[in-house]
C-alpha cells in the first residue's frame, strides 16, 4: 500500500477516533499529496520518495512554527504544532540514531574522498541522496561540517 493510501485510510480512523489534531493533520498531508499528483509533469502520480519528502518538509515547518510560538509565549499553539509533528513522524521510516548518522557519513567521506572542508559538496550531495528519509538534512549538514573539520 502506498503512503497516499494509508494517509487516506488513517484519515478515515481518525474520523472515527474523533482525533481532533491527528485529524488536521493528515487531511494537511493528503491535501499536499493531491496537488503534488496533480502538478503539472506528474502524471498523476506520486511515488512513495516524493510523499517522504512532503512529509518532511511539512514536520519541518510544524517545528519551525513551534519554535516560533515558544518564542512568542504562545505555549498552547506550539503543543498543537509539535503534536501533529508526533502524528506526521509513524510515516517516517525508522530515523537514524546519532551514532548511527556518524558513521554513515564517515564512509560518504571515506567512498568520496574528501579531504577538507572544501569538499563539503561532494559529501552532501552523496549524503542527501544515501539518507533521505532517514534524518533531517540540518544534522547531515552539522555532522558533516564537524567531520570535515577534524
Same mark, same amino acid.
Given at each position: 500500500?502506498? &503512503? $497516499?493510501? *494509508?494517509?487516506? =485510510?488513517?484519515? %478515515? *480512523? /481518525?474520523?472515527?477516533?474523533?482525533? %481532533?489534531?491527528?485529524?488536521?493533520?493528515?487531511?494537511?498531508?493528503?491535501?499536499? $499529496? &493531491?496537488? /503534488?499528483?496533480? #502538478?503539472?509533469? #506528474?502524471?498523476?502520480?506520486? @511515488?512513495?520518495? #516524493?510523499?517522504?519528502?512532503?512529509?518532511?518538509?511539512?514536520?519541518?515547518?510544524?517545528?519551525?512554527?513551534?519554535?516560533?510560538?515558544?518564542?512568542? =509565549?504562545?505555549?498552547?499553539?506550539?503543543?498543537? !504544532? &509539535?503534536?501533529?509533528?508526533?502524528? &506526521?513522524? =509513524?510515516?517516517?521510516?525508522?530515523?537514524?540514531?546519532? /551514532?548511527?548518522?556518524? /558513521?554513515?557519513?564517515?564512509?560518504?567521506?571515506?567512498?568520496?574522498?574528501?579531504?577538507?572542508?572544501?569538499?563539503?559538496?561532494?559529501?552532501?550531495?552523496?549524503?542527501? %541522496? #544515501?539518507?533521505?528519509?532517514?534524518? !533531517?538534512?540540518?544534522?547531515? @549538514? !552539522?555532522?558533516?561540517?564537524?567531520?570535515?573539520?577534524?
Amino acid at each position: 500500500m502506498s &503512503l $497516499f493510501d *494509508t494517509v487516506s =485510510n488513517d484519515i %478515515k *480512523t /481518525a474520523m472515527l477516533a474523533k482525533d %481532533k489534531i491527528r485529524l488536521e493533520a493528515l487531511r494537511g498531508v493528503k491535501k499536499e $499529496f &493531491l496537488e /503534488a499528483k496533480t #502538478a503539472k509533469g #506528474a502524471e498523476g502520480e506520486l @511515488s512513495d520518495d #516524493a510523499a517522504l519528502k512532503i512529509l518532511q518538509r511539512m514536520i519541518k515547518q510544524r517545528k519551525d512554527s513551534a519554535a516560533i510560538y515558544a518564542e512568542q =509565549n504562545r505555549p498552547e499553539l506550539a503543543e498543537k !504544532e &509539535l503534536a501533529e509533528v508526533a502524528a &506526521l513522524e =509513524n510515516y517516517l521510516p525508522k530515523q537514524l540514531s546519532p /551514532a548511527e548518522l556518524e /558513521a554513515a557519513i564517515r564512509e560518504i567521506i571515506t567512498q568520496t574522498g574528501a579531504a577538507s572542508p572544501k569538499d563539503m559538496g561532494k559529501v552532501m550531495g552523496a549524503a542527501t %541522496k #544515501a539518507l533521505a528519509g532517514k534524518t !533531517e538534512g540540518r544534522l547531515i @549538514s !552539522e555532522t558533516v561540517k564537524r567531520l570535515l573539520a577534524e
